[in-house]
């Protein structure tokens, strides 16, 4: 049995080996694998371009004038800069110490603590 399937083998080898027609279907299905492996790889290559020139080309452009952290950081300078020259240059204005403005606050708070609970009860 298994030398019938040899003898199978051998001639269908023979047919194969000397058929124009098998040679050519060979080769055509190997050209076109590697047609469709190149599609591939240059279609991989088009979209990664595509998506690079998006990045650095148009994105940038998109962006108009200053982020929400440029212009926080400028406002914060400002302040800053500005607290700063009253206190050490001598142009802060006169008005009630901290300690003044911290016991009214904690007077304002115990009275709204205390407005609090007798509303609760």
């Not at 190997?30 to 290559?45: L, P």
């Not at 212009?71 to 914060?76: E, K, Q, S, T």
């Amino acid at each position: 049995m298994m030398e019938r399937h040899d003898e199978i083998m051998e001639r269908e080898i023979e047919k194969r080996m000397a058929s124009d027609l098998w040679d050519r279907g060979v080769a055509r299905s190997v050209v076109r694998r590697r047609r469709a492996r190149f599609a591939g790889a240059s279609g991989a290559a088009a979209s990664l371009a595509a998506a690079a020139l998006v990045f650095f080309a148009v994105l940038p452009g998109l962006r108009q004038g200053p982020t929400e952290g440029e212009a926080l950081y400028r406002f914060v300078t400002a302040q800053v800069d500005g607290t700063w020259g009253r206190v050490f240059d001598g142009d802060a204005p006169a008005g009630p110490t901290a300690a003044v403005l911290e016991e009214n606050f904690d007077n304002g708070l115990d009275a709204l603590i205390g407005e609090a609970l007798t509303s609760r009860l």
